[in-house]
């Protein structure tokens, strides 16, 4: 998530010279899809680490005593 606010914060600061010329337009574009994946992948990962926290946890409550 601060990926994405930061990204956003780049792209709102450079909005005002995105007239200048069309190159900006396309680097902007870029810029906002590799934010979005990168986004994705982070929060991806964030889910799967909290998936397998929750896996041992349950593992470990449901062990036989010895």
Sequence with gaps: M???????LV???GAAAV???SN????????MGVGAMASGLVA???WRTNLRHRMLAETQHHRPAA
């Excluded at 601060?2 to 956003?8: D, E, I, K």
């Excluded at 900006?24 to 810029?31: G, H, N, S, T």
């Design 19 to 21: 007239w200048l010329t």
């Design 24 to 31: 900006l337009r396309a680097v902007k574009i870029v810029i």
């Design 11 to 13: 792209l709102l600061g």
């Design 2 to 8: 601060v990926a994405l606010a930061s990204v956003t």
């Design 44 to 46: 991806y990962f964030e």
